[in-house]
């Protein structure tokens, strides 16, 4: 099983980034995708999620609005993208596949997690 990110970069406040996370090695469309992240020195926080056939979605209210996943299922990929940047989006984000709903925010109970990919916004 393999979760890999990609797409993390250094980008100005106000800018745009999209990330990837490419799976294989396990039934893609069976599981619910989500994205987490964590900065330096701070716990791991719930970004957003999206179900198996993709017409729903789940967002912090940190990033509502500026943030949007959406999924390939026939690439089995996870795409995360980021407009309206700040500072405090600076950290490391990984994706993470779960067969349940409970826990989907706690990041409890998730199958399989990405190695991350490192997003820095800062001018």
């Known amino acids: 099983v393999h979760l890999v990110e990609s797409g993390g970069s250094l980008v100005q406040p106000g800018g745009s980034l999209r990330v990837s996370c490419a799976a294989s090695g396990f039934i893609f469309n069976n599981y619910i995708m989500s994205w987490f992240r964590q900065a330096p020195g701070k716990e791991r926080e719930f970004v957003a999620s999206?179900?198996?056939?993709?017409?729903?979605?789940y967002y912090a209210d940190s990033v509502k609005g500026r943030f949007t996943i959406s999924r390939d299922n026939a690439k089995a990929t996870v795409y995360l993208q980021m407009n309206s940047l700040k500072p405090e989006d600076t950290a490391g984000y990984y994706c993470?596949?779960?067969?349940?709903?409970?826990?989907?925010?706690?990041?409890?109970?998730?199958?399989?997690w990405g190695q991350g990919t490192q997003v820095t916004v800062s001018s």
């Open positions: 999206i179900i198996r056939s993709g017409n729903t979605t």
């Open positions: 993470a596949a779960s067969e349940k709903l409970s826990g989907l925010r706690s990041g409890a109970g998730y199958d399989y």
